[in-house]
């Protein structure tokens, strides 16, 4: 029962253009939003993250948005660099609750 | 500032074998992750503590899984026995609630099993 569902395995843009990796969820209940950035041989560093109170949080290149009536959720990286490529994991959690829980992560090819 | 370490970096055993994952959590954090990494089915969360108890242990997926942490700085991740289908990385994070805060991950132990 995979609560957190990443359905791209992978992902490849040209540096400068947008990057959309997208995220959707099963449970209502999660009110904590999160993307991780992993690079190879190292473990997954925090990246951004958003609360169910808003639909949208901005950090530089990156943008987080969140439709909660769709149960859905985008990281946008723009422009993407090639330091960008790397796994990217959408994780959802619970106010007050233990749990955080991963999707599958999408690998992110940024070509030069 | 010292992050989440773990021990050790790559293990490779043989069947049947025991098997000991480390993790030191940073310092003041009163909540510990151990999460397995494969390609399957991504970060799956195993157990995790909360000011040394163990709060939720259902990611574990078998009975020769076991974890322990005795004290605030250390935690272990015991197989016994090992088989092969356990090969994958291995997780440990921290943090510093009780939850939706952000986790600190370690680098991960490589895991193969023969």
């Known amino acids: 029962d995979q609560q957190v569902k990443q359905n791209s395995p992978s992902l490849s843009v040209q540096e400068g253009r947008i990057s959309i990796l997208n995220c959707d969820y099963t449970?209502?209940?999660?009110?904590?939003f999160l993307w991780y950035k992993k690079y190879p041989a190292e473990g997954p560093t925090f990246l951004i993250s958003?609360?169910?109170?808003?639909d949208k949080n901005e950090d530089g290149r990156f943008t987080v948005f969140l439709n909660k009536s769709a149960k859905h959720l985008s990281l946008h990286i723009v422009p993407s660099q090639p330091g960008d490529s790397a796994v990217y994991f959408c994780a959802a959690s619970r106010s007050g609750g233990f749990k955080t829980i991963f999707g599958a992560g999408t690998r992110l090819f940024v070509k030069a | 500032d010292a992050g989440v370490i773990q021990s050790p970096r790559h293990e490779v055993t043989e069947m049947g074998q025991e098997v000991t994952l480390r993790c030191k959590p940073i310092?003041?954090?009163?909540?510990l992750f151990w999460y397995r990494q494969t390609m399957m089915r991504g970060l799956e969360l195993l157990i995790y503590?909360?000011?040394?108890?163990?709060?939720?242990d259902s990611g574990m997926p078998e009975d020769r899984f076991s974890a322990k942490m005795p004290n605030a700085s250390f935690s272990t991740l015991k197989i016994q026995p090992s088989e092969p289908r356990d090969s994958a990385v291995y997780f440990c994070?921290?943090?510093?609630?009780?939850?939706?805060?952000?986790?600190?991950f370690g680098s991960g132990t490589q895991l193969s099993v023969l």
């Open positions: 503590f909360n000011n040394n108890v163990p709060i939720d």
């Open positions: 994070a921290s943090s510093r609630g009780t939850g939706g805060e952000k986790l600190f």
């Open positions: 310092s003041g954090h009163n909540s």
């Open positions: 449970n209502s209940m999660f009110d904590y």
């Open positions: 958003i609360s169910s109170i808003k």
